[in-house]
């Protein structure tokens, strides 16, 4: 069955740095479009970092640009999300998320395209 699971997330202060696991199994995650996505307390889940195809150009959300970097590890099957410099407003509940989908609102990170969601690691950035 189609799964993925997120490793990862913890406590880290402002300016620190945390890396991300998404495993994926049941599926080959370079076939599917897959991503980030995060969700603060009372705030609506927000699309972070998605790639679609072997060679797509990742979609970052403006507030991450120049900090976080997506990467995809074919031969483990897992995908990564690098934090640097991480801030307050960082903090949320951070989900990976898999479709077969490939168009403009996957490419985008559109959280209601994806259908295949794990369970979620939570990032706590505070002094």
């Known amino acids: 069955q189609v799964h993925v699971v997120e490793s990862g997330g913890g406590l880290v202060r402002p300016g620190g740095s945390l890396r991300l696991s998404c495993a994926a199994s049941?599926?080959?995650?370079?076939?599917?479009?897959i991503g980030w996505f995060r969700q603060a307390p009372g705030e609506g889940r927000e699309g972070v970092s998605c790639?679609?195809?072997?060679?797509?150009?990742?979609y970052y959300h403006d507030s991450v640009k120049g900090r976080f970097t997506i990467t995809r590890d074919n031969a483990k099957n897992t995908l990564y999300l690098q934090m640097n410099n991480l801030r307050p407003e960082d903090t949320a509940i951070y989900y990976c998320?898999?479709?077969?989908?490939?168009?403009?609102?996957?490419?985008?990170?559109?959280?209601?395209?994806?259908?295949?969601w794990g369970q979620g690691t939570q990032v706590t950035v505070s002094p």
């Open positions: 790639i679609t195809g072997s060679n797509g150009t990742p």
């Open positions: 049941g599926f080959t995650l370079a076939d599917y479009a």
């Open positions: 998320a898999a479709d077969r989908g490939s168009g403009l609102l996957f490419k985008i990170c559109r959280p209601s395209s994806y259908g295949f």
